[in-house]
């Protein structure tokens, strides 16, 4: 931010006697004449007045909740707040290094012949050694966090990246002595995870029961959240506030089993530090993050690095936010097909470019590449099957094995609106089915008449024995408006 300078918001008398008192000890006294005085009136009159200074808020450039995985895609660690940089860097560090193993690594000119990166430096450098797969460079994970901030330049690891393939001895080169600029960086990054040793913890030392007392309200918060996303139900309330009749899913679960069980009572809610209640929107947002990425990583997991194929599809949300949903499909170890939903990646618009941008960062995020990729189906929109610039083609560049299948549930969708549109009687029926919907649902008494003939001859034909008797048989159902999707 632009300094402000102190004369420019001064008036015209006190700017003299700021120089007057300045200068006394240096120069002569000087009386002051009457046509200094009003040149500096009219200096002073005709300069324009000092712009005012806008409040800069500056904002982070690492989104927390989905930093970019990729190391050649980060931005530099320094365009943060400062004040935010320490928690982008515990990001990364609980996040870890992006190491993409199953990734078909492509070969460069190294030398007088082609090379590429070897998978076992990974294990030979577990813990920070990174790989780009949008530059094909590795990359130091401490030091990019730590490098900038203690104003050392690496060119290689950090901001180029590190792509001599036949010279393993450069990368020990870099890791260096004890005293080493990478192994600054890797001490920081372990006091910066180090909690016990910072000085917030040494002045708050906690006593054993009131470790026990945060494990059980956390627990509590947690058991309530996973019951909630089970469910799929809201969390949050219109009023949260203690004088709520109604504070919302969470909050009335949380009394609920707080009001069953004595040992949560005493620790929760009123019972609790008024600083650590665990309730806050933010706790409960991380506590999601956490159970969708163990979740998600289970299924990697149940994938186990084998070849898959994906399901891609977009639309727009209640928010008026494009998104695009990802699903896997692959064969687990009993040999059974299985479909697993990855994740939703917001995108600015349905370009093919901008799909395979996110498809790549979700793909990143947990240790996916497109190598792997054996098969893809989207619907038969330009953008998806587009022959030259549609994301089917821009996958098969990158993988030729990546064969295109346009989406059975699709086709079906497509077939079923074409047929009743060419199908006389079909088309028929439908359209009765929709004029019947607007007459009988315009009214409730329109219903419940129809209710009652419909009973009536559930009746006789129960009677007669036509209609049979048993359990979810001749359930009372409405109308449902025949649509483009039924």
Known sequence: MEKINFIEFVNIGSNYFFYFAVTKNYFK?????????????????????????????????????????????RPNIMENPPEKRDQVRRT???????QPRNHNFPQTMDGDRKRRFIVSWFDDFKDWLEYSVEKADAYCLYCYLFSADRERKHTNFVSEGFSAWRKKARVREHVGNHDSDHNQCRIACENLMNQSQSIQSVFS????????????????????????????LPFRGNDESENSTNQGNFLELLKFIASNNEEIRNVVLGNAPENLKITSPDIQRDIINAA?????????????DDL????????????????????????????????????LVHVRDTSATSLLKGIKSL??????????????????????????????????????????IHCFAHQLQLTLVAVPKKHLNVCSFFNTITRLCNVIGGSCKRRDMLREKQMEKVIVGISQGVIETGQELNQEMTLKRPGDTR
């Open 29 to 73: 006294k000087l009386r002051p004449t009457l046509q200094s005085l009003s040149c500096d009136l009219n200096q002073n009159v005709n300069k324009a007045p000092p712009a005012s200074k806008e409040v800069i808020i500056e904002e982070l450039v690492i989104d927390l909740e989905n930093p970019p995985s990729d190391p050649g895609l």
């Open 92 to 98: 990364y560090l609980l996040k870890g290094p992006c």
């Open 205 to 232: 030392r906690q006593s054993e029961k009131s470790k026990i007392e945060y494990r059980c309200r956390l627990n509590a918060s947690i058991r309530c959240l996973r019951y909630l996303l089970i469910q799929g």
């Open 292 to 304: 969708a990425f163990e979740t998600t990583m289970a299924i990697i997991l149940d994938m186990s």
């Open 308 to 343: 898959f194929s994906i399901l891609v599809d977009e639309c727009r949300d209640i928010s008026v936010k494009e998104q695009m949903g990802v699903v896997i499909r692959y064969v687990d170890s009993f040999g059974c097909v299985i479909e697993r939903f990855l994740g």
């Open 363 to 404: 793909f990143s995020n947990y240790g996916l590449s497109i190598t792997s990729l054996r098969g893809q189906g989207y619907d038969g929109a330009s953008n998806m099957r587009g022959e030259f610039h549609g994301l089917k083609s821009l996958i098969l560049k990158e993988n030729s094995c990546a064969y295109y």
